[in-house]
């Protein structure tokens, strides 16, 4: 039944060891996102892809990229992750319609520790 | 200026009690509202949506009021599992879902 499934759940990295977080959907949506969560604050909108067309917020650091290989999944990458890189990463889907987005759904998202 | 602004609260209230909160968004061209719930440690889960005449849902009642750009979330006969985050989040042209930085409810016995 999930419908956004994040793997790993935790994962420990160290210090400029790359590393890569998966995501996928059975939900068949358009839209993906990466969110970056850190204690206490705001979901932090890191990139989006509408269709396969990738969507960079500005202030996100060059360090961290990502892939859309088909619709189902999406991945994240983070080159050379740094202590202040620890945070919960969350994947979501929408659909657009009509360039109207619907609503977000979250995968359980994965806990990053750099050491 | 943020997107989004919430008090973050904490607030803390007996059970039973009606509490309400109040999100304000800098965008006039936002097209779509929601609040979400987040409890500690989880993803957030979308608790309802908010429509421009005001929604209903249980004990549940969200308004929106774009004149002023703001929206509220009210919660009556607060419940003990009513106790977690509750984030206001808007929608931009282009997809982009926007979030307030939560606001804090603790329900008390």
């Known amino acids: 039944d999930a419908m956004v499934i994040q793997n790993p759940r935790y994962q420990v990295t160290q210090f400029g060891k790359p590393v890569t977080l998966s995501c996928s959907q059975t939900?068949?949506?358009?839209?993906m996102y990466w969110y970056q969560q850190k204690s206490s604050q705001a979901p932090k909108l890191l990139f989006h892809?509408?269709?396969?067309?990738?969507?960079n917020e500005a202030d996100t650091p060059d360090n961290f990229q990502s892939r859309r290989p088909n619709t189902s999944f999406c991945f994240l990458d983070i080159r050379s992750p740094g202590l202040g890189d620890a945070a919960m990463y969350l994947c979501?889907?929408?659909?657009?319609?009509?360039?109207?987005?619907?609503?977000?759904?979250f995968g359980p998202g994965t806990r990053l520790t750099v050491l | 200026r943020k997107e989004v602004e919430q008090d973050p609260g904490p607030f803390n209230v007996p059970e039973g009690a009606t509490v309400a909160f109040n999100c304000t968004y800098s965008?006039?061209?936002?097209?779509?509202f929601f609040w979400y719930r987040q409890d500690c440690r989880k993803e957030p889960k979308l608790l309802m949506s908010?429509?421009?005449s005001g929604n209903e849902d249980g004990r549940f009642t969200a308004q929106l009021n774009r004149a002023s750009q703001y929206i509220s979330l009210l919660i009556r006969d607060s419940k003990l599992s009513d106790s977690a985050t509750y984030l206001c989040?808007?929608?931009?042209?282009?997809?982009?879902?926007?979030f307030g930085t939560g606001t804090s409810l603790t329900v008390i016995p």
């Open positions: 979501a889907t929408s659909r657009d319609f009509s360039g109207r987005a619907d609503t977000q759904y």
């Open positions: 939900l068949n949506h358009n839209v």
């Open positions: 892809y509408y269709d396969k067309d990738f969507n």
């Open positions: 965008n006039s061209a936002s097209q779509s």
């Open positions: 908010v429509y421009s």
């Open positions: 989040v808007v929608t931009s042209p282009g997809n982009q879902f926007y």
